[in-house]
Structure formats: structure tokens, C-alpha cells
């Protein structure tokens, strides 16, 4: 076994509720604590959700490869509005950079459009700032963020959740956007560096035709905090993981490094990139969808009455704050 690393995602938690508290207190048109913030208009509902890729933007720099990152930009944020059945329509990116640079700027481009053309989105705008004392890095650094629009289609909020539901497990394409600070401390760049940068799958066409022919009753994507956000879908219940996901070889590098499963569990997607929460009789029209569109998929627990979120072995992964 090498060093042991840890993040203190139970510390970001408390940061993020008391942000929560100070925004939305007293907002009675808020969800707080979802995927995505919703804005009633005109009797629509209109989701907007922002993101960037976090420390991936060093992975980038480190191999001189930008033309991917875009797409993770996207899709981190189209894989949240989904997630309480909106549609993404539109969005506008910001990027930082330390210096005048067409070559990375048009590089960095060609995966926000890729992203965009995948997701069924509009990029209508965007901001691109120079700010060499402030974005610092070894090749050409720059820091990167998207902010997405959409429509509710069908409002997700997981209050249909019921126990028995099975929990369906859509598959990532890698590590995504997640965890990259603990990554890039134990994962050689020599070796891991073309795996890390794979971009996260972007999942809208078949979550949104999964929503439109079957009933979903939740869905979580796997990010920040990883299987402890399926506490976000409702808290009276619980979610059983009793059939993870076999994880891939780079997930398991990391794990020799880090503290325990349950770590792991809390970090990283595990090779789970969403779950779809929805009644057992519906699993197998969600898994023709999902192999309709390449997306392997398998179920991997139920819920169950008692509040939290476990693995197989009893292991509790969610916080309690």
C-alpha cells in the first residue's frame, strides 16, 4: 500500500449548507439542496444550474490537451438539470486564462461545442477573461466554467420515491469531473494521465426519453460527495447498494491509496456516472433505453425504509450534519 489521502467532503457539506441557509432563506420558490435551481416563468418552470471542472483543468494543462475539457464543462451541468427532468435549451461559458492565447482558447472551444452539439444545447454567449496574476500554471493555464438553462419537462423532485423502488445505475465514462485533487496526488500522469482526461458522459437523450416512456421517480447524478447525494432525493427513505457496479482498473489504483471502500464510495462515481430511482416494474423498460443509447446499465440496490445511504456490507456513506 503507498501514502494515505483523504478528502473532507463531510467539511464541504457543512460549507454548502450553510450557503444554502444564507440564499435561500425565505425564497419560497426555491428547491434547496437539488441538482438545480428552479425559476418560474410565465407557467413554465426554468432550470439553471453553473459548474466548472474543477482540478481536471491541471490534467489538461499537464498533458497539452484542451480539446476535451469543454465537454465536461457541459456536461456537468446538463447532467444536473436533467436530474429534475428539464431539458437543457441554452448556456454561456467562462473562461480564464493567464494570457492572449488563440491556440488553447480554440482549443478549449472545440469541446464546448462538442459538448453543446451532444447536449441539444445553445451556447448563446460567454465571457473570456485575462488574468495573468491570478491564473497561474505550468503550460498554459486557465480555469473554466459553463452555466446551463433548461425547461422543466416533468418535475423530478424524488418525493415519488417509494420503498422497493429499484435504483438503476446509468455507467460513467471514467473518473468525470470528481475527485481530481486526491487523483492527481496517487495516479503517476505517465501512465494515468490519457484515462483522467477521458470527458464525463453526457447523459440527456436517454434520461430525457427515459422520463418521457417510463416512470422515474428520482435521479442523481454521481458527482462531489459521490453516493451520499441520494440523500438529496428524499430524505424520509433510504438506498440500499447491494450490486455496485464493478469498478475499472483506475478507480482501483486509487483505492490502494485511500483510506477504506466507504471513502471511495463517497468520492468517487465508481463507474456509476447517474442513478435512476423508479418503481421495479419499470427496470426493464429503463434498461432497453439506456442500451438504446450505449449506456451500460444495471441495477445496483433498492430503497429501503431506513434513512441513509449503504452499501452491501452495511457500510453508511452519507453525512450527518
Known amino acids: ?45 426554468l432550470a439553471m444550474h453553473t459548474d466548472g471542472v474543477g482540478t481536471k483543468v491541471l490534467v489538461a494543462d499537464e498533458l497539452e490537451k484542451y480539446d476535451t475539457i469543454g465537454i465536461d464543462a457541459i456536461a456537468m451541468n446538463v447532467n444536473d438539470i436533467i436530474c429534475i427532468g428539464a431539458k437543457p435549451l441554452a448556456g454561456v461559458d467562462y473562461l480564464a486564462v493567464a494570457k492572449e492565447d488563440e491556440y488553447l482558447i480554440t482549443e478549449i472551444m472545440k469541446g464546448l461545442v462538442k459538448g453543446a452539439r451532444e447536449s441539444g444545447i445553445s451556447i448563446v454567449g460567454g465571457e473570456t477573461a485575462i488574468m495573468k496574476d491570478v491564473i497561474r500554471g505550468k503550460n498554459r493555464p486557465f480555469d473554466l466554467a459553463f452555466t446551463a ?30 475527485g481530481y485533487t486526491l487523483a ?12 483522467m482526461l477521458v470527458p464525463t458522459k ?26 451520499s447525494k441520494l440523500t438529496r432525493l428524499n430524505k424520509k427513505l433510504g438506498f440500499f447498494i447491494d450490486n455496485p ?17 466507504g471513502h471511495m464510495y463517497r468520492t468517487f462515481n465508481m463507474g456509476t456516472g447517474m ?33 441513509g445511504v449503504y452499501l452491501g456490507d452495511g457500510t453508511r456513506l452519507d453525512y450527518q450534519l
Open 245 to 261: 457496479v464493478k469498478p475499472a482498473p483506475i478507480f482501483r489504483e486509487i483505492w490502494n491509496s485511500v483510506e477504506d471502500e
Open 149 to 178: 438553462l433548461g425547461v422543466v419537462k416533468k418535475y423530478i423532485t424524488g418525493s415519488a420515491i417509494r420503498k422497493g423502488d429499484v435504483l438503476i445505475s446509468l455507467g460513467s465514462s471514467g473518473l468525470h469531473s470528481n
Open 275 to 307: 442513478v435512476v430511482a423508479a418503481p421495479a416494474k419499470e427496470e426493464s423498460s429503463i434498461l432497453k433505453i439506456a442500451k438504446k443509447h450505449k449506456v451500460k446499465a444495471q441495477v445496483i440496490g433498492s430503497v429501503i425504509k431506513e434513512k
Open 1 to 45: 500500500m503507498g501514502a494515505r489521502y483523504s478528502v473532507d467532503v463531510k467539511n464541504v457539506r457543512k460549507i454548502q449548507e450553510s450557503i444554502n441557509k444564507a440564499i435561500f432563506s425565505g425564497d419560497k420558490n426555491a428547491l434547496v439542496g437539488h441538482y438545480a435551481g428552479v425559476i418560474p416563468f410565465r407557467g413554465e418552470k
Open 202 to 227: 453526457i447523459y440527456v437523450e436517454p434520461v430525457l426519453e427515459m422520463i418521457q416512456k417510463s416512470r422515474v421517480h428520482g435521479l442523481a447524478h454521481i458527482t462531489g460527495g459521490a453516493f
Open 184 to 195: 492527481r496526488k496517487v495516479l503517476p500522469m505517465k501512465k494515468w494521465g490519457k484515462k
